[in-house]
Structures are given as C-alpha cells and as structure tokens.
C-alpha cells in the first residue's frame, strides 16, 4: 500500500515560514491535500489539489508537490497556526485515500 | 451551511457492534460520494472506507484494517450515512469522522466526530 511520510514535528518563530513535508514514491504524479485540525476539533481542508486554497484559508497557507515530495508552507505564522497537519493523496492501484502520519507544529 | 453531524458511539465489548450514522445538511447529499474517517486517541487519521453515489451506483471501498468487518451503507432519501461495524477489537477505538467528498478525492467538510470505545 501506498505511505506517506511526514516529520513528526516543526517548530517555528511567530512571523516566520514553517515548511512541512510529505513524502512519497513519485507523489509528484499525484494531487496532494492537506488538512490542520486543532485539539480537539475535526481536520479542517487547507489546500488541495496540490496548491488551491478553499475559501477562507489565508494566502499565508500555499502548497507545492513534485518528485517525490510535497510540501505544505505557512508564511508569516501566528500563534492560531499550532495544530497538527496532514497530507492526503488518492491511491488509482487500491482506490483507496491515504494520510500521512500527521506533523505537529508548534508556535515557540 | 454544510453540516454533518455523527451520532451512535459508545463504549462496547470486544467482539459487540454498533451503528454509526452522519446526518448531513446544506447540500445535495445525494450527488456525493461519503467518507468515514478515524483517529483513535493520541493517533493520526486513519481512512476507514467510501460509499460512492447512485451515479456510481453506491459502490464501496473499505481500508484493509476493517475489510469484512464494517459496512458503510446511505440513504438519500434521509440524508443520512451509515458505518456498521461488527467484531468490534479494541484497536477499534477512535473518533470517527465523516467526511463529504467533492472531485472524487478531497475531504470539504468533515464532521465533528463521535467517539467508539472498544473495551471490557
């Protein structure tokens, strides 16, 4: 089955840019989202297809992905930015969804 | 507004079942495949299975960890998406989310999650 791998931790500076990654075998060739859930709450959609915002996600929130990694970027991050982060991308040989195993980004 | 809302969890024995259901609103529910999505405590999320809509003639998928075991059924006429689940484990234990899928593959909206504790 198909796996993605995501650092298990960020920490980044308030203003500052927190990059997390998530890797998998020729993800370049796959359309990747990503979701943030806050403690407590249901994940929340951030960007899909790679790098599209849904309306009302910040333009600090941006997307890209090929190779074999896509990348999640927050720039200028706030406080209300900590909170877990996932990727997710379609498996065509099983017709299944995949998440990556989430990263934790913390505000210092 | 789009809302989902779960109901059905509790606490049952190894071995018991339950029936989660998701009532959603403020879409054409019909015209939309559905997800179940867990996340067991202090764990990341885990795709449970899918029920496509009558277009795809209802069709299902389910991950390999729930294959056999649990059931994802809908009822459009209610608006309403089901999960049996039978020979419940204690590795069953988790929130479960539904979730609405736009474009095959991405989750727009999820639910608030109900909570299944597996346990003696």
């Known amino acids: 089955s198909y796996v993605l791998t995501q650092p298990p931790s960020v920490s980044v500076a308030p203003g500052k840019t927190a990059r997390i990654t998530c890797g998998g075998n020729?993800?370049?060739?796959?359309?990747v989202h990503w979701y943030q859930q806050k403690p407590g709450q249901a994940p929340v959609l951030v960007i899909y297809?790679?790098?599209d915002r849904p309306s009302g996600i910040p333009e600090r929130f941006s997307g890209s992905n090929s190779g074999n990694t896509a990348t999640l970027t927050i720039s200028r991050v706030e406080a209300g930015d900590e909170a877990d982060y996932y990727c997710?991308?379609?498996?065509?040989?099983?017709?299944?969804?995949?998440f990556g195993t989430g990263t934790k980004v913390t505000v210092l | 507004e789009v809302q989902l809302v779960e109901s059905g969890g509790g606490l049952v024995q190894p071995g018991g079942s339950l029936r989660l259901s998701c009532a959603a609103s403020?879409?054409?529910?019909?015209?939309?495949?559905m997800d179940w999505v867990r996340q067991a405590p202090g764990k990341g999320l885990e795709w449970v299975g899918r029920?496509?809509?009558?277009?795809?003639?209802?069709?299902?998928e389910y991950a390999a960890s729930v294959k056999g075991r649990f059931t994802i059924s809908r009822d459009d006429s209610k608006n309403s998406l089901y999960l049996q689940m039978n020979s419940l484990k204690t590795e069953d234990t988790a929130v479960y989310y539904c979730?609405?899928?736009?474009?095959?593959?991405?989750?727009?909206?999820w639910g608030q999650g109900t909570l299944v504790t597996v346990s003696s």
């Open positions: 403020g879409f054409t529910f019909s015209d939309h495949y």
């Open positions: 029920t496509r809509n009558k277009a795809n003639s209802y069709t299902t």
């Open positions: 997710q991308v379609w498996d065509s040989s099983s017709d299944h969804n995949v």
């Open positions: 020729n993800i370049g060739s796959k359309s």
């Open positions: 979730a609405r899928v736009v474009d095959s593959h991405v989750f727009d909206y």
């Open positions: 297809y790679d790098s």
